[in-house]
């Protein structure tokens, strides 16, 4: 539990940070990096011992894409691929959990899909009061149904857990026209409202989360995590990345 001596009084007092799978491995590579889960994991510590509470939805891109089963002559139905992804995403959350309990953080990892052997039922009361003792949240298997994105889950969790913002992080700086890693001129948004993001068709997360998103007012805040301190900052509100609302 974080302790309230130490407490900076950050911006945002609950968050939903969304981690994609792939920000647990090295860049261009699959399957996990334990240095790069304990990267990540002790700047989420570190942004939680200010006072924010903190759930996590985690993608599972790093080990399994439905998109991989959707070439000709492969007998996985596209639902069958997304329960798989589901799964994925549970192992990644118990990297996350052993990586942060190692700094000293309590957690809980909540799945939507039952498994009672390694996690909890996602329950949307009782993550909420885990929230409020101080226990970082590690949700997986996205909502528990196929054809629905961990962008979307991160959304709706955002909502149902009344959180102040929706932290997408990412590997680059925040939004840009085109994707700066292709494109060096493409340009860099430090604001955008959703209106915008839909009707130009931004690559920021999925339409439906963010027509979930602006539907609800509930901002996103889009920045690069492999800058260290970067979650820190953003829990305490300081300008850095692409500001949606």
Known sequence: MSDPENSQNPKYKRVVLKLSGESLARAGERGISMEEVADISRQINQAQQLGCEIAIVCGGGNILRGAQFKEKNVSIQEATAHYMGMLATVINALALQDA????????????AIRMDGVAEPYIRRRAKRHLEKGRVVIIAAGIGSPFVTTDTAAAQRALELEADILLKATRVDGVYSEDPEKNPHAVFYPELSFETVRDQGLQVMD????????ENKMPILVFNYKINGNIERAVQGETLGTYIG
């Open 100 to 111: 942060l309990e190692a700094l000293g953080a309590q957690t809980r990892v909540m799945s």
């Open 207 to 214: 339409s439906t989360a963010i027509t979930h998103c602006m």
